[in-house]
């Protein structure tokens, strides 16, 4: 079987991956900086690498990662987080000799990423999005303030998981707020905030290297941390043709390669959903896309070693997953609702993205991740967004 070099090893999605490609007998190896990072845990990595920071040491990082390539005999490498997918991206000939890398270009991600540029391709292309305006900065805000509808978003172009994000009431708030956010993300984008109401949805797609739709996966937040907004913390499949389709109409008109998530939101207005963002990269719930019956990751390094792979049908509907350590926690303690969430935080049937009976050990990584969160500040600053 096949060999994969699987990095990001923090995350709960990158377990999901080592889980899903392990029981189907690859053999995978994951990278992280620290040791103590939920992934390296997992009965299923065969091999832990470790390296230098990515964000403060990239040439080290490539360094360390083309070593390990040639060394490891890897087929596949598979990033798990648009930093990491970004900069490997940009020095995919390091490594491409020996492994294979299947993902779009650099420029393409970041123009995918950003808000702003998504926003004006999308409406271009009929896909309906909330009102969206862009000032060049503070100066251009103090001028359009009165004039925009409320309430509204501050939204960073760049960030993801609602890092960054400010509501504003009223045209005072959005002058004092907005330099703020300005002054850690550049040129913010303004965003018309929906009505409260509204189902969130998320569709999971992969493309191939033609850009033609080969999965397609699409779900409903059930909850949210925080509780106004953010990533899943509990999910529902869903069969959402119409919306399947949108997204990957958005996609192929991009020229997309690999895994993207779109996220839409009904406007209850109109009961029209409306897109969100995109993002260009493997996204937290991808557990359940894996558990509904359509395996990303698998699918990913098949396509990377075969060249394609057929499009894939029908998945599960109904099926329910959730993110207990630390999403849906957070989401009953900050909740004033919490004993009358359906359904019930203690119930413990639906799976969980981390907590396995058959590979328990990735949980005593995500507790042991405290350990050098306590001294490494860049470490914390990640975890905590």
């Known amino acids: 079987m096949p060999s994969v070099l699987l990095l990001d090893g923090l995350w709960n999605k990158t377990v999901a991956a080592v889980r899903s490609l392990g ?52 087929d596949v490498v598979l990033a798990m987080e648009f930093d990491t997918q970004v900069l490997v991206a940009r020095n995919r ?51 359009m303030a009165s004039l925009l509808p409320y309430p509204l978003l501050i939204k960073p172009r760049l960030s993801s998981g609602g890092r960054g994000i400010v509501r504003v009431e009223t045209p005072s708030q959005l002058r004092e707020e907005y330099p703020n956010v300005h ?30 739709p080969r999965a397609t996966f699409a779900y409903r937040r059930l909850r949210e941390y925080p509780v106004v907004g953010g990533p899943s913390t509990l999910r529902e499949s869903v069969r959402d043709d119409t919306l399947c389709r949108t997204t990957e109409r958005l996609l192929s008109a991009l020229g997309w390669i690999g895994v993207a998530m779109a996220e839409f939101k009904v406007d209850p207005r109109d009961g029209r959903p409306k897109l969100l963002e995109v ?3 493997f996204w937290g719930s991808l557990h359940h896309a894996i558990l509904s019956g359509v395996d990303f990751p698998h699918l990913l390094c098949r396509m990377a070693i075969e060249g394609d792979v057929p499009p894939l049908g029908e998945y599960g509907v109904g099926v329910r997953s959730r993110s207990l350590i630390h999403g849906d926690l957070m989401h009953f303690v900050r909740n004033p609702r919490r004993f009358h969430l359906h359904p019930r935080f203690l119930d413990f049937s639906i799976p969980d993205d981390l907590l396995s ?3 328990p050990w990735p949980v005593v990584g995500r507790v042991a991740t405290l350990i050098p969160a306590c001294y490494d500040r860049e470490l914390r600053k990640t975890m905590l967004g």
Not at 188 to 209: K, S, W
């Open 93 to 143: 000939q390091r490594i491409e000799g020996v492994a294979r890398f299947p993902f779009a270009s650099a420029d393409l991600a970041i123009r995918v990423q950003d808000k702003g540029e998504l926003a004006s391709f999308a409406s271009a292309l009929g896909v309906e999005c909330p009102a969206t305006f862009r000032p060049e900065g503070p100066g251009d805000v103090h001028a």
């Open 183 to 212: 002054a850690v993300h550049p040129s913010p984008i303004l965003q018309e905030c929906l009505p409260p109401g509204g189902a969130a949805l998320g569709v999971g797609v992969l493309m191939n290297f033609s850009s033609e």
């Open 357 to 359: 009976a058959s590979d």
């Open 23 to 74: 029981k189907r007998g690859y053999r995978v190896a994951v990278g992280e900086r620290t040791r103590f990072a939920p992934a390296l845990f997992s009965k299923y990595c065969s091999r832990r690498f470790l390296h230098p920071s990515p964000a403060t040491s990239p040439g080290a990082f490539l360094d360390a990662l083309e070593k390990e390539v040639r060394v490891g005999g890897y």
């Open 279 to 281: 993002n260009p990269r």
